[in-house]
């Protein structure tokens, strides 16, 4: 039931490290995991205590083919050791999953992580990597344990040296180590499939994307020069990122975004231009929307930068859609369609009444807990894990306490939730505007 982008799902400013790395203005982020792209540069901080031993990671970051096998693990629960070091996991592939208990896309990828531990057990070792406190993550655990069976060991990594080491800007992204300890790549949940992990444990990395040299160039990588009036650049896959995307006054720029993507960052929304719902996104084709070169190792996403200093973003916005159509065999319209969407009601009357005090929310995949918060509020927390869109038809106005302890991304036990508080969701289908991409018939001015 948990909505699928293809991209990452939540963003962390990281504090600042010993040298100096040139970033994109960043803009302001909502408080929870709404969607899987970002608006504003990425920038993923996860303090995590795992210490690399032999190169400086603050200056160096570690390439394809390298054996890390001396790196240290020197904070890990839930987990018989400890500490550790990835040597002792010789014999097993190990997948280095960074997340965090505020990214909903990471801790809904919690089940499927851990169906595929226990399909792979003589294989493989699943790591979760995040950088906060050990109380916070002991509390996070014993809240997920209520709800379902949990073996998957968590690396408290608190001075973010696996971050720099895998140069991870965003969350969830994964690191794949082979079964010798080297190092492999960095992928986004999209890879994570029984056959390819199949493969990998048997040393095909054929899904693994190749690792940029040193002379390639990022989608849109770089400041313009002083002098730029404007530019336009659509580029390939990007080795080593996941997705992401900036949008600011004079300039957007995506990277490692499928067309379809692309085509919903153009018509963005809200105050932080998110890309249109993916629930409210149609695409019709005969066949891929990918145009990648033919490869075994290249993937069907792109990177877009537009540079046009001082122009507004929604004029840029414009612009980049009449760049895709023009690449792409593909358009995009905005139409009134009926659709299938499940409404919130109320079955009897409501037990809701909020107590009042300060506003508080609590959520992931695993629960959500709202105080005084309006009921739009519960609608956007299990919107984000449906792939169905999710209609306020309760009637209620006022402010409402909630608490729901289920995986919200199971329908059956979400229900079971909120009829102890004489709720439901009900199938309907609702007339609502759609983003539509489709073949293009004519060929674009």
């Known amino acids: 039931m948990k909505e699928k982008t293809g991209l990452m799902g939540w963003v962390w400013p990281v504090p600042k490290p010993q040298k100096t790395v040139p970033q994109e203005p960043k803009a302001p982020c909502r408080h929870k995991a709404r969607c899987s792209l970002v608006i504003g540069m ?3 901080c996860i303090s995590v205590g795992a210490l690399a031993q032999g190169a400086s990671l603050t200056k160096e970051r570690v390439s394809v083919g390298t054996n890390l096998s001396d790196v240290s693990l020197t904070t890990i629960l839930n987990f018989p050791l400890s500490s550790a070091r990835l040597s002792d996991f010789k014999g097993k592939a190990v997948i280095l999953d960074f997340w965090a208990t505020w990214c909903g896309s990471c801790v809904s990828a919690m089940p499927k992580l851990q169906a595929l531990q226990g399909q792979f057990a003589k294989d493989l070792q699943v790591l979760l990597v995040t950088n906060e406190e050990q109380a916070k993550i002991a509390s996070f655990l014993l809240k997920v344990k209520q709800v379902r069976d949990f073996t998957l060991p968590v690396v408290l990594d608190r001075d973010h040296r696996l ?7 965003l969350v969830p992204q994964y690191a794949w180590i082979d079964r010798h300890g080297i190092f492999r790549g960095v992928t986004t ?3 994570l499939t029984p056959g390819n992990i199949q493969d990998f444990v048997s040393g095909n990395y054929h899904f693994l994307p190749e690792q940029a040299g040193a002379g390639s160039s990022a989608a849109g990588g770089g400041e313009p020069s002083s002098g730029l009036l404007y530019s336009s650049t659509l580029s390939g896959y990007q080795a ?3 997705s992401n995307s900036f949008i600011g006054t004079g300039k957007v720029k995506a990277v490692n975004c499928t067309p379809e993507m692309l085509f919903r960052i153009t018509y963005g929304q809200g105050k932080h231009l998110l890309p249109y719902p993916i629930w409210k996104t149609r695409v019709i084709r005969k066949d891929s929307l990918s145009r990648a070169p033919k490869g075994k190792n290249t993937a069907p996403t792109y990177g877009y930068e537009l540079n046009f200093p001082g122009e507004a973003t929604d004029k840029l916005l ?3 859609r009449a760049d895709l159509e023009r690449y792409f065999p593909l358009t995009a319209r905005l139409e009134q369609q009926a659709i299938s ?3 919130l009601r109320c079955n009897g009357k409501p037990i809701l009444n909020s107590t009042g005090g300060p506003p508080q929310a609590e959520e992931n995949y695993f629960g959500v807990r709202l105080v005084n918060h309006p009921v739009q509020a519960l609608i956007e927390t299990l919107q984000s ?3 169905l869109g999710i209609l306020d038809e309760t009637g209620i106005s006022s402010p409402i306490d909630i608490e729901l302890k289920a995986e919200l991304g199971d329908l059956a036990q979400l229900q079971k939730a909120l009829a102890a508080y004489h709720l439901e969701l009900t199938p309907v289908t609702r ?7 489709k073949d293009r018939t004519t060929q674009p001015n």
């Open 189 to 191: 949940s999209e890879q």
């Open 240 to 242: 080593g990122s996941g």
């Open 318 to 320: 414009a612009m980049m």
């Open 163 to 169: 971050w720099e080491l895998f140069n991870i800007r």
């Open 42 to 44: 990425l920038c993923c």
């Open 385 to 387: 894990y449906s792939n």
């Open 431 to 437: 007339q609502v505007e759609v983003l539509v991409i």
């Open 341 to 343: 969407c499940l409404a």
